[in-house]
């Protein structure tokens, strides 16, 4: 009856997200309640969603056995061996990160998108290009209206987000029984697609320096506008013991640092990357981005061969970039984006991809031979990006937003046959700023600590500490470890979408040489107040959602014990941060987060495709689209599964649904009987 109670009351306010008559969705709920809501979900979601509560959960028994001082050894062997070619220019001098987005003269109407993602709409060609800010759905809340943290209702200062990470989000393994790390990491790899928080490293150590590397405040920590130190409250279990003041926060660029708005116009944190899913993690943002790593040679992206295998080019500075790297001689790769080396997995989705650009060039060139380098890349670089954008709509979203949701919200058209040409260009395909710096960093919660390496048979061959491996891809190199790490992607199963994060990012961060390092959820909340997110109750009430007025009404998203602690934490409701409590939400069945994140990662998701006018299944302008059979054949054969298989170095078996954990019904097959693209399709019969 309490199951019925509180389910009511959540479904109801999720009805007009959903589309679902009130009517109809009461007579379902009594005729089979647990079934409300999952009709039209798979039949495997059903299984794994109970009602509104959280569905089953595996919990992880230890780490088996490991060969982590293997893959050490190995390690120190490589310090010297590795030879650089000449520097490209480093993707950190790109001079376009100086500026504001500008719009150019005028746009000419190309078959192909523009780098940087301009003239991509017509009539506003700035929209989602680089340098330009985050898109809101909340006005902005900042302290002084202008650019300063975000205050408590009484004035006071909001509660310490390191205090709130320890609380809310502690660490405690629970995995998902269906989805595989796979799908964790190809979060990332959509995330760096479509934004990059401007001024701030990342991926390795700030130029500014608000807490030094011993974790005292520096001398800058008060005097510098861009800092804003995350403090450590005396009673942390960790870090009060060995003496740490805080970690170290920059605050993004804004259009105000940059001079891009009038002296008392309010702040916006801007992007640095287009907001399109158009694959710039590999191709880059901008021209000084992209000429680096291309070849210019057969349409194909540079990379290095070392034993027989592809690589990305070396990255000029190699200190800076890859900090954890013990010799200059390291591998430090250059990519389209400048978090490429930021951990083992991440880097080795993009050398995926970067091979699968280069596979597609060497077919286009053997069947047109007439074609020149820049038609080559071009094309490839069009085939690319229509693949990841089917295997992110079709294969990825689904998991996390729940297949019906993205039905009928015109997200994914399931069995379409031809064109679908919903291009809107009155839609902005701006990545919103609750997307990026709230809703989709949710999904911090799936990391696992700890890598598992996969041997062709499925058997466990070793395990790597991910924060011995920030910024350090040497890892992938050596010996199998790059076909090793991937079949541990799809092998290993991700960890459970839930408040729980692994301490290998809560409490271990890009430690470098140090015994703790960072922590990213108490990061995530900090950023969220740099960029002035309009709080958790306005976010509600811009979805359409109830809008709390106490604590207790809390308590139809968010489980109750979950709530009293926000209660003692936090002093008013309209003091909650988005970041929090959207991950404190119950997931909605079919779903990977709680309603009011899924309200903006969809809300974002539909922006982005139908903002896009050369999305790939958009056929209205004949010059852009894909013939009908390219289309088809597009929507057979691209598969994350078929990709990894055709780019890895000696995987020769994959299960068909890669993004899934291997099963009965999902068991690996050889690599040549996965459907693929038929690229003989692009044969040009013009010439
Ligand atoms: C080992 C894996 C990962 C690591 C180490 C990592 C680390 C980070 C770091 C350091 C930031 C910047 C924090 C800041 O200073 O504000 C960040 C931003 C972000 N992350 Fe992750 N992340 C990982 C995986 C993921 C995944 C799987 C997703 C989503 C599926 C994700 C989504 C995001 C988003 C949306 C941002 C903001 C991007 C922007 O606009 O700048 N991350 N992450």
Not at 76 to 82: A, Q, R, T, W
Request: glycine content about 6%.
């Amino acid at each position: 009856m309490i199951y019925i109670k509180m389910a009511t009351s959540t479904m109801i306010c999720l009805l007009a997200m959903f589309g679902l008559a009130v009517g109809q969705y009461l007579n379902l709920l009594q005729s089979n309640p647990s079934q409300a809501f999952l009709q039209g979900f798979p039949s495997n979601f059903q299984d794994n969603n109970i009602g509104i509560f959280p569905a089953q959960r595996l919990p992880v028994n230890g780490l088996g056995y490991s060969k982590t001082k293997n893959i050490e050894e190995l390690a120190s062997k490589y310090k010297n061996s590795f030879s650089n070619p000449p520097p490209p220019l480093g993707a950190g001098q790109d001079p376009a990160t100086q500026t504001c987005g500008l719009a150019p003269a005028f746009c000419t109407k190309s078959r192909y998108r523009s780098i940087d993602g301009t003239c991509n709409n017509l009539q506003r060609p700035t929209w989602g290009i680089p340098q330009t800010p985050y898109g809101r759905l909340v006005k902005f809340k900042y302290g002084d209206g202008i650019s300063s943290f975000p205050r408590a209702v009484s004035g006071k200062e909001l509660p310490n987000p390191r205090e709130i990470s320890s609380y809310l989000f502690p660490s405690k393994q629970l995995v998902d029984p269906i989805w595989n790390l796979n799908a964790q990491q190809w979060g990332q790899i959509i995330t760096h697609d479509m934004s990059l928080t401007a001024g701030i490293a990342q991926s390795h150590k700030d130029t500014v320096s608000c807490c030094d590397d011993n974790g005292q405040l520096s001398r800058d920590a008060a005097s510098n506008p861009l800092c804003a130190p995350i403090i450590i409250p005396p009673t942390d279990a960790v870090h009060s013991q060995v003496g740490t003041q805080c970690m170290n926060f920059v605050r993004t660029g804004t259009t105000r640092d940059r001079g891009c708005t009038p002296p008392f116009a309010p702040a916006e944190p801007l992007s640095t990357v287009t907001a399109y899913m158009d694959a710039s993690f590999c191709y880059g943002s901008s021209d000084g981005q992209a000429r680096p790593i291309r070849s210019y040679l057969g349409g194909r992206m540079r990379t290095i061969l070392r034993n027989g295998r592809e690589w990305p080019p070396q990255d000029p500075n190699v200190t800076l970039t890859c900090e954890s790297a013990q010799s200059p001689n390291e591998p430090c790769y250059l990519a389209g984006d400048i978090r490429v080396n930021q951990n083992p997995q991440l880097t080795i989705l993009q050398i995926i991809v970067l091979r699968e650009h280069n596979r597609i060039a060497d077919a286009l060139s053997a069947i047109n031979p007439h074609w020149d380098d820049e038609t080559l890349y071009q094309e490839a670089r069009r085939i690319v990006i229509a693949e990841l954008q089917h295997i992110n709509y079709y294969e990825y979203l689904p998991i996390f937003l729940g297949y019906d949701n993205m039905v009928k919200n015109k997200l994914i058209y399931p069995g379409a046959h031809s064109y679908v040409n919903d291009y809107n260009p009155n839609v902005d395909p701006t990545v919103l700023d609750e997307h990026a710096t709230a809703a989709f960093r949710h999904f911090h919660t799936l990391i696992r600590g700890y890598l598992q390496l996969i041997s062709e048979n499925r058997r466990l061959a070793g395990i790597v500490r991910l924060s011995d491996w920030f910024n350090r891809p040497l890892l992938v190199e050596l010996e199998n470890a790059f076909d090793d790490l991937t079949r541990g992607l799809t092998f290993q199963p991700q960890d459970y979408s839930d408040q729980f994060w692994d301490s290998e990012i809560t409490q271990f961060l890009f430690k470098r040489n140090n015994t703790f390092g960072g922590d990213l959820r108490a990061t995530d909340i900090q950023r969220g107040r740099d960029h002035g997110l309009g709080s958790y109750v306005a976010t509600r009430a811009s979805c359409g959602l109830s809008v709390p007025k106490s604590f207790h009404e809390m308590t139809d998203f968010i489980p109750k014990q979950n709530v009293q602690l926000l209660e003692l934490i936090y002093e008013h409701p309209e003091d909650v941060d988005l970041v929090v409590a959207g991950s404190l939400e119950t997931n909605v069945p079919g779903a990977q987060t709680g309603p009011t994140f899924l309200c903006i990662i969809t809300e974002q998701f539909y922006r982005t495709r139908v903002g896009d006018r050369f999305f790939f299944e958009n056929g209205a302008d004949p010059d852009i689209a894909f013939t009908p059979s390219q289309l088809e054949s597009i929507r057979h054969g691209a598969s994350i599964a078929r990709v990894l298989c055709d780019n890895s170095d000696n995987i020769h078996h994959m299960q068909p649904k890669a993004f899934q954990q291997i099963s009965h019904s999902n068991k690996p097959v050889p690599c040549s009987k996965l459907p693929a693209i038929d690229l003989t399709l692009w044969r040009d019969v013009g010439f």
